[in-house]
């Protein structure tokens, strides 16, 4: 599994579509599915992206941290799965982004893909910029740092 990296800011027409960097593509099309899982964030104004691997991997998560039938299994599920849309890339390798999604996250004609590791996330470029401003402040204040232990 490839890891999402940078920062890529495309168009959007007016249907809806936009290209998904050629990056990104390359990492999701190490999997059968010929396209991407996209769901609102449920913290920010944002639009998450991931491969359906790591969709079955988040399942297997939530399905390991909480009885299958109780009321945070099913509430998380909702959100991560009742509202993922999959998406297959046209032969330009575009998407075409459902109207709720671009509403969610503010988009204009203009979005940033912003790669995560595992995931990415799809935001207005200038909400994004502000979010990047607060992350590095938080980082810094914190003290935030990795471990050294390998994993």
């Given at each position: 599994?490839?890891?999402?990296?940078?920062?890529t800011?495309?168009?959007?027409d007016?249907?809806?579509?936009i290209?998904?960097p050629?990056?990104f593509?390359t990492v999701?099309s190490?999997d059968?599915?010929a396209?991407?899982i996209?769901?609102?964030s449920?913290?920010?104004p944002a639009?998450?992206?991931?491969?359906?691997?790591?969709?079955d991997?988040?399942n297997?998560r939530v399905?390991?941290?909480?009885?299958f039938?109780s009321?945070?299994?099913?509430?998380l599920?909702t959100?991560?799965?009742g509202?993922?849309?999959p998406?297959v890339?046209?032969?330009d390798g575009?998407?075409t982004?459902?109207q709720?999604f671009?509403?969610?996250a503010?988009?204009?004609?203009?979005?940033?893909?912003?790669?995560?590791?595992h995931?990415?996330q799809?935001?207005?470029p200038?909400?994004?910029k502000?979010?990047?401003k607060q992350?590095?402040e938080?980082v810094?204040?914190?003290?935030?740092?990795?471990?050294?232990k390998?994993?």
């Open positions: 599994m490839g890891l999402f990296l940078s920062t800011t495309n168009k959007i007016k249907k809806g579509r290209s998904v050629s990056a593509r999701l190490k059968d599915f396209g991407v996209l769901f609102q449920y913290t920010l639009i998450e992206g991931v491969s359906m691997s790591t969709m991997m988040m297997n399905d390991q941290n909480f009885a039938f009321n945070d299994h099913d509430e599920a959100v991560l799965f509202g993922a849309v998406l890339f046209d032969g575009r998407i982004l459902p709720h671009i509403d969610h503010q988009l204009g004609d203009q979005a940033s893909f912003v790669g995560m590791g995931k990415f799809i935001w207005n200038e909400l994004f502000d979010r990047q992350s590095l938080s810094k204040s914190q003290g935030v740092t990795l471990s050294r390998d994993t």
